[in-house]
């Protein structure tokens, strides 16, 4: 471990040098997800500092009982409960968060490229390089959760080593299992997408191993581990979908989120992020294209592995890019828009796989004996080639995109400033945008489009019923935010959340509060049915109150068995790091012993 102390420090102090900016001015960043994540941290802080657990955000959310942090990563939120806890502030709690998402990217892609055989200085390059693309560094910006998870990315390389490898022992299983549970735990819709390299892995080391039944072992035991240590994450996901109608995700066009990564000049990134937050992203923008010309060219001079990062990586590229046809995709399957929402979240998975994938194919062949100057000129034009047909492809996409949104003004199309421009009405009907304009392109009159234009842009609340043509957002403000302050809401013991309200006289009264199907409800010390009780679109609840004071009370009841898996689920945590730390300081233990012994 001593070897790995200098690389450490370096990797911290680079974290901290990104974070001073905020630590020297004193000022915080809160991104478009912060204050959703913050919410959710600071429920679990409260439930830990009061020792009063609940399904419910007791203290959170307009207490309205609503179910928020059991749906995102409940046990790493509850660590950031403490965390939160323990820093005193919002900001010293930003500023210590921050350099962690950071370290933790950095520090593991530093382990895995040292474990693949890079050197100690190109390792350290490496995970400086990965902690700072959009999938780690975006985190400082806009607070988007999924960087955590990706922060964990780089520990999938290695179960795929060891299937590549035919190493099937318990300790590469737990492997295993761990990295998956840790994407599972970061973000769910990462993990989901990070199997599939995993997957490729294990057909093409069952293909070549001789230990086939060891292989399967080895998954099953993986497989096993994995579904407990997520059972904490799983579980109350399943049971509030299963029993009751939530309002998904806000859904998003996702065109309006697609960008080039393989666009190696440009600095125009994700757009819900502004422009690139490093040069990395162009570097990785270089690499895809090295990787492009490497598989082409040096297929069987690289290993099985590299092919595989490259490929993947380069795969996830593709599809969060715009030489997907996601105006089509999204037009026949508009569920996208609510789970999906942005086509770079694939992107920011792949960029992990292009940076290690590239860079140790690239090691292979320069250790290779016959690598000659003709080959490398060869090399150098070839990639120059996939440059200028990739970006001028994507070019090309990019304006049939923002052509087809319906947003899209004509002056923006045009790149005409909108002063220099006339339209006149067309079919009698007033032209503003591309849509409007869509079908002077097709009429036969070509006159049309000349005369036209003359050259002088609320989740998983429970409801009765979804309509995806609802404003849930504005439902939320007009039911909720509006109405919330005029009821009195405290929290009580055994995770009750108590509301109440004066009438001036007996009559039906809208109460901004949620009832799920394991919500007890009690209005004025009568249960009232979660089930029957009448609800607005966006699921707050009508009751019948009486004259003078009213009292409802709300608690999230699940059963022993439920409540006895998730507590399962989060000891198995503890037992795998114990489990760990006991076998690493064994190894250690064991090395020492064998030095001391005369040879």
Not at 139 to 149: A, D, N, P, Y
Not at 544 to 552: E, F
């Amino acid at each position: 471990m001593k070897k790995h102390i200098q690389p450490i420090v370096i990797i911290f102090f680079i974290s901290i040098f990104i974070v001073s900016p905020i630590i020297l001015n004193k000022t915080p960043v809160l991104g478009v997800d912060g204050y959703f994540h913050y919410g959710r941290i600071y429920e679990a802080a409260l439930q830990i500092k009061h020792l009063n657990f609940s399904t419910l955000n007791l203290y959170s959310f307009q207490q309205s009982g609503r179910v928020v942090n059991a749906l995102y990563s409940p046990f790493l939120t509850y660590l950031l409960g403490v965390l939160l806890l323990i820093s005193g502030s919002w900001l010293k709690f930003q500023i210590v968060l921050n350099i962690l998402v950071l370290f933790t990217a950095g520090l593991i892609t530093y382990f895995i490229s040292r474990k693949i055989g890079f050197s100690k200085n190109i390792s350290i390059g490496l995970g400086t390089i990965y902690l700072s693309t959009n999938a780690i560094a975006s985190f400082l910006i806009v607070s988007g959760w999924r960087s955590i998870g990706l922060a964990f990315l780089p520990l999938i390389i290695l179960p795929m080593i060891d299937m590549l490898n035919s190493n099937f022992k318990l300790k590469n299983s737990l492997v295993l299992a761990l990295a998956v549970s840790l994407q599972v735990q970061g973000h769910l819709l990462s993990a989901a997408f990070a199997i599939p390299v995993l997957i490729s892995a294990f057909v093409v080391g069952f293909i070549q191993t001789h230990k086939k039944w060891l292989m399967i072992k080895y998954l099953v035991i993986a497989i096993f581990t994995s579904i407990i240590l997520c059972l904490n994450t799983i579980l109350p996901y399943l049971q509030l979908s299963t029993h009751n109608i939530l309002v998904p995700p806000t859904s998003i066009d996702v065109t309006n989120s697609i960008f080039n990564p393989f666009d190696v000049l440009s600095t125009n990134g994700i757009s819900l992020l502004g422009n690139h937050i490093s040069v990395s992203e162009n570097i990785l923008a270089i690499l895809s294209m090295l990787g492009i010309a490497i598989i082409i060219m040096f297929w069987k001079r690289i290993s099985i592995l590299s092919r595989i990062l490259i490929i993947s990586g380069l795969a996830y590229f593709v599809l969060g890019s715009n030489l997907m046809p996601w105006p089509i995709i999204q037009l026949n399957l508009p569920e996208i828009r609510n789970f999906l929402q942005f086509s770079f979240r694939f992107t920011l998975v792949g960029e992990i796989f292009v940076l290690i994938g590239t860079l140790l194919a690239m090691k292979e062949l320069v250790n290779s004996t016959d690598f000659n100057f003709n080959k490398l000129l060869e090399f150098i034009v070839i990639t120059m080639s996939v440059i200028s047909v990739i970006s001028l492809v994507t070019s090309v996409s990019n304006n049939v995109i923002s052509n087809y949104r319906q947003t899209t003004s004509i002056a923006q199309s045009a790149a005409i400033n909108p002063k220099d421009l006339r339209l006149k009405p067309m079919n009698g009907h007033p032209v503003n945008t591309t849509t409007d304009l869509r079908a002077a392109w097709s009429n036969r009159d070509l006159s049309q489009l000349i005369n036209t234009v003359d050259r002088t842009t609320p989740d998983y609340l429970p409801i009765t019923k979804f309509n995806n043509k609802e404003d849930y957002y504005g439902l939320y403000t007009e039911h909720v935010l509006e109405k919330h302050s005029l009821f009195n809401k405290d929290v009580r013991s055994h995770g009750i959340l108590h509301i109440s309200w004066i009438q001036n006289k007996a009559h039906q009264i809208e109460v901004p509060a949620f009832i799920y199907k394991n919500t007890i409800a009690h209005l004025n010390g009568k249960k009232i049915n979660a089930i029957t009780i009448s609800k607005t679109p966006i699921g707050t609840i009508n009751i019948n109150g009486v004259k003078g004071k009213n009292s409802l009370t709300l608690q999230y009841k699940t059963s022993h068995i439920f409540n006895l898996m998730v507590i399962v689920s989060d000891l198995s945590w503890l037992i795998l790091i114990g489990y760990f730390i006991f076998m690493n300081t064994l190894v250690r233990s064991d090395k020492e012993i064998s030095k001391s012994i005369p040879q």
